[in-house]
Nanobody, 121 residues
Framework: QVQLVESGGGLVQPGGSLRLSCATS????????MRWHRQAAGKQRELVAIISSSGSTNYADSVKGRFTISRDHAKNTVYLQMNSLKPEDTALYYC???????????????WGQGTQVTVSS
């Protein structure tokens, strides 16, 4: 079994910062891409940022220059540093990790439970 535990969400004023964490544990042979998605109320889930196993990153246009994704291989953890937050960043943020659980298994996607980020004055 693989578990993803997210933390770091909360209420912040516009212009503020938050750092999300997603710790992965359990049966892990290899971790490939790690992603953050978000879903605002009444909207479709969107991909916010992705980091590959080699460290290359990509971002949604709406967060470029404000958000930074990073990972700690030793801790099997992915982070999302969010700066200059705007009200439109308000959403439930999910981490998503592509993992090979054992040597013999095929890689699969795993999802966290989500952490709420609310940007409001």
């Amino acid at each position: 079994q693989v578990q993803l535990v997210e933390s770091g969400g909360g209420l912040v004023q516009p212009g503020g910062s938050l750092r999300l964490s997603c710790a992965t544990s359990g049966s892990i042979f290899s971790i490939y891409a790690m992603r953050w998605h978000r879903q605002a109320a009444g909207k479709q889930r969107e991909l916010v940022a992705i980091i590959s196993s080699s460290g290359s990153t990509n971002y949604a246009d709406s967060v470029k220059g404000r958000f930074t994704i990073s990972r700690d291989h030793a801790k099997n953890t992915v982070y999302l540093q969010m700066n200059s937050l705007k009200p439109e960043d308000t959403a439930l943020y999910y981490c998503n990790v592509f993992i090979r659980a054992t040597f013999h298994s095929a890689p699969s996607d795993y999802w966290g439970q989500g952490t709420q980020v609310t940007v409001s004055s």
